[in-house]
C-alpha cells in the first residue's frame, strides 16, 4: 500500500461509499465475495462468542454493515438487546430491519463513528468488529480504540474480530499479497483484482495480527486467542477476565 495515512479516505467518503452498497452488503456470498473465507470467519466469531459467554444479554456489533454478523449470533442464542453502530444509516436500517425479525430483544441503531460515540462502560457480553478496525491510522488511534473496546466490554464478556491484516516481514507481506491477487484474479479477473487493490490501497491502513493479538493484551484482556487465518484476513478475538 502507497497511500499514505494522511491521504486516506475520509470518514465522510468511506461512508458514501458504504451507502450505495446496502443490498450488496445484505448478502454474505456476494457482499464479501473479496474477503477470503468470510462465512467461515463468521461462523467462529459467532460460536466463540457464545462457547464462551455464559450469559449473552447485550451486543455491541461495530460497523455492522447490514447486520451479518449479529444475525449469525441469533443462530446461537436469542434474544439479547443489541446496539449497532454503523457510518451508513442505509445500512443501519437494513440491519435493524434483519435483526428485528428474528430477535425480540431491543435494538438501538447508533449512526457515527465508534471512536467519538459515548458508550457505557462494562456492558456489553459480546462485541463485533468485522472488517472495520482497518480503517483506524496511527499507532495511538489503534490503542485508543482497543482501550475502549477492553472498557466498554462486559466481566466474562469477550471482543471477535475479522479483518484485513499485514504482516510484519515486509517480504512476507508481499508474499501473502500476492497470493491475494491470485485469489482475487479466480474471483473475477486482473480488472477486479485492480479495483479491490485500489480501494484497499485508498481507504485502509491494516496492521499485523501480531500487532493486534499484543495490543488486545496491553490493554487488559487476560485470554486472547487466534482462531483462524487465510493469507492477509485474520479471526481472533479476547475474553476479559470476571
Not at 53 to 71: E, K, M, P, W
Not at 191 to 208: G, H, L, N
Not at 225 to 241: E, P, R, V
Request: charged share 25%.
Amino acid at each position: 500500500m502507497n497511500t499514505s495515512l494522511s491521504q486516506k479516505s475520509s470518514i465522510e467518503e468511506i461512508r458514501v461509499r458504504f451507502d450505495s452498497d446496502v443490498e450488496r452488503f445484505s448478502n454474505l456470498e456476494s457482499g464479501q465475495s473479496a474477503t477470503m473465507d468470510a462465512p467461515l470467519s463468521m461462523e467462529l466469531i459467532s460460536k466463540a462468542a457464545f462457547n464462551t459467554t455464559a450469559n449473552i444479554q447485550r451486543v455491541l456489533d461495530i460497523g455492522c454493515g447490514a447486520g451479518n454478523n449479529t444475525l449469525k449470533l441469533l443462530d446461537y442464542i436469542s434474544p439479547f438487546d443489541c446496539d449497532l453502530i454503523d457510518l451508513s444509516l442505509p445500512m443501519l436500517e437494513k440491519a435493524r430491519e434483519r435483526v428485528g425479525a428474528v430477535n425480540s430483544g431491543a435494538i438501538n441503531i447508533i449512526q457515527g463513528d465508534f471512536r467519538m460515540i459515548n458508550l457505557p462502560n462494562q456492558t456489553y457480553d459480546v462485541i463485533f468488529a468485522a472488517a472495520v478496525l482497518h480503517h483506524l491510522r496511527d499507532d495511538q488511534d489503534w490503542e485508543s480504540v482497543f482501550r475502549k473496546l477492553y472498557h466498554l466490554t462486559a466481566p466474562g464478556g469477550g471482543v471477535w474480530i475479522t479483518d484485513l491484516v499485514t504482516h510484519e516481514s515486509e517480504a512476507v507481506d508481499q508474499l501473502i499479497w500476492k497470493r491475494y491477487g491470485a485469489y482475487l484474479c479466480s474471483m473475477g479477473g486482473d480488472d477486479y483484482r485492480t479495483k479491490v487493490f485500489a480501494y484497499i490501497d485508498k481507504e485502509d491502513s491494516p496492521r499485523p495480527v501480531t500487532y493486534q493479538l499484543e495490543l488486545l493484551r496491553k490493554v487488559g484482556f487476560e485470554h486472547v486467542d487466534l482462531l483462524h487465518k487465510n493469507a492477509c484476513f485474520a479471526t481472533f478475538g479476547a475474553i476479559k477476565s470476571c
